[in-house]
């Protein structure tokens, strides 16, 4: 496939429950990134990679949040001990050249992960 | 610290008529900016950008938007809007030379263009 791929597309966990979300960018894209959208708001900033390197990662809002991304490829979000609030749409988008190149290539993003904590 | 301001949650248009989605941001310096849309269920499609150069940037779909510095805008313009533009548009910044790597996102404005 041609674009972003996200899996599962959709998530329900019992409050508690640790929570795997995987992201596989375009080929070839050097940097990824992941959002957290709440309903009826727009994408927030959790994460950034450029390859295999995490060099932000401000936006993760506890440290129940772990992303990784150990080959420069895939990438996997991991929320442990699930709360209600975690509850979200959790976008993945990738673009072909590093986030501080001039040229702001643009995202490309997945059709996200809906997650539902219950 | 940089944020975006979208001041309509929605905003109703009548088809062929032109459409405007207003979009103020805030940045220490200067910004780049971004208009994405997002179709039910689905992720967010890049439109345009402004980096550098003209302040009237064209996109994707015949859409475009004018960068004004002294009001701090980004709206996103169409001269002539067709039903299947209906959808939630996204205005986004990143501070040139910032320490932010992610875009900042305002909340969104559903488009509804009616036939």
């Known amino acids: 496939g041609a674009g972003v791929s996200q899996s599962p597309r959709y998530k329900v966990a019992k409050r508690g429950q640790d929570v795997a979300l995987r992201c596989d960018p375009i080929?070839?894209?050097?940097?990824l990134f992941w959002y957290q959208q709440a309903l009826g708001q727009g994408p927030e900033f959790l994460t950034y990679f450029q390859n295999e390197a995490q060099l932000d990662k401000s936006g993760l809002p506890s440290d129940r949040f772990f992303a990784e991304r150990p080959e420069g490829s895939v990438s996997t979000l991991k929320i442990q001990r699930t709360q209600q609030e975690d509850s979200a749409v959790y976008l993945c988008?990738?673009?072909?050249?590093?986030?501080?190149?001039?040229?702001?290539?643009?995202?490309?993003f997945g059709n996200g992960t809906r997650l539902t904590v219950t | 610290a940089q944020s975006v301001a979208q001041p309509e949650d929605q905003v109703n248009v009548a088809e062929g008529n032109p459409l405007t989605v207003k979009c103020t941001y805030s940045v220490s310096g200067n910004p780049y900016l971004f208009w994405y849309v997002q179709y039910p269920n689905r992720g967010l499609q890049f439109l345009l950008k402004y980096i550098t150069g003209d302040n009237l940037v064209k996109g994707s779909y015949g859409f475009e938007a004018e960068f004004n510095k002294s009001q701090t805008s980004f709206h996103l313009k169409k001269p002539s809007a067709l039903v299947s533009d209906s959808a939630l548009y996204f205005c986004?910044?990143?501070?040139?030379?910032?320490?932010?790597?992610?875009?900042?996102f305002g909340k969104g404005t559903h488009l509804i263009i009616q036939p």
């Open positions: 080929s070839g894209h050097v940097s």
């Open positions: 988008a990738s673009s072909l050249v590093p986030v501080r190149d001039t040229t702001n290539s643009p995202l490309h």
């Open positions: 986004a910044v990143r501070e040139k030379g910032g320490g932010a790597d992610g875009l900042t």
